[in-house]
DNA sequence: GAAAATTTTTACCATTTGGTAAATCCACGA
DNA sequence: TCGTGGATTTACCAAATGGTAAAAATTTTC
């Protein structure tokens, strides 16, 4: 019994689980939680579809594995902004980090969109209980360095929303951004340019 | 033959037609093209399945029915953005008009977006045929701004890009927003003026 | 190296789903 | 009012899909 047990899982366990976690994550991100199926993922995987079976309890279940894992690692950009150096530089440095996320892990960003696109059926739990909270404090930290009159007066909320939007969006939009960009030789280098540029403005003291 | 055929269409043909695009309008947009089914779209119109199926050619046919002729609503936002007037006050005017959109339409734009993130598998000709031409234009009348010395330089590409990721986030991600601005009375308003002084900045000459 | 436990495959199954054929219903103009 | 063509329903079907049982193969343990 791979899944629920207790016991810790062999070495077979862990490199199936995690082969089938990433296979899930190409499918899932590319065709959405009822346009992958599992014949799609244990073929990407390598296995067949009773050995995916023996290692998730269902399609429903590999899913929210993958969620809850990748969770983590999404909002650990946010994480790193500190209270400490300077505000701008702080809140530039993590757009930054999230474009990078974007480019480095758009699966992983297609499948959060898809999710929450869909009203977060699967994910409710998780953006209340890890979203919801470091949301807060983030909001929180901005909103005192808007009293220390470090940061013109605005929305904390908005701009973090601003920020998830436009980072994204290179991600989640790749083929209406790679469309529209054709001649562009690095779409990237000139999202971060820009993307500086703007919050930057937005962010200074007039 | 109420379809492809090229007679005119009745009064009970264009009824139908109308409340099964709406009907899958709704499923459509709440569950993906491969999460709708035309049991549930039957159901919504208030018809039977083999019904909907007398109106149109299949599920194939409703969707891009429905991007079709959504295709123009969309793009008309961006459409009355003309050389006339202030830079900065048509560029914010847009912004407003495209955030209204996304409030009133939001169906609409998750509908786009859903289809965006999976590859645009479906509406790959409509983008290259409206929207490119329209996105080009736009972008070279930005251009023509920039070099009158009545905006400062900016890729009007990304500017067009975070216009639209910044908009459309709060209906594509209507659930995660509301999750976070519990408490908040009217969330429009208040990303209505943070986009506005957001971009009305980042617009401004030095 | 045999027994025990784990992993993988083979052969299925029930349900869902997009779609069809044909019979039936019904609105409307002559 | 009656016939006719458009509109609707009933009864299906084939393929896809999530999932299972049990045998077979493989690895691990003693």
Redo the contacts with the bound molecule.
Sequence with gaps: ??DGST?K?????RR?RRVILDAALDVFSRHGYRG????QIAAEAG?????I???F????DIHVTLLSQLMDTWLDPLVEMKPDGDPVEEILAYVRRKLDMARELPRESRLFAGEILQGAPRMRPELEGHLKPLFDEKCALIATWIEQGRLPPLDPRHLIFSIWATTQHYADFETQVSLLMDGESDTHASAARHLETMFRKFLSMP
């Design positions: 019994m791979p016991k899982p062999s070495r077979i366990q199936n992958a199926t599992l014949d296995l067949s579809k009773p050995n079976l023996y290692y309890d269902g399609k429903e």
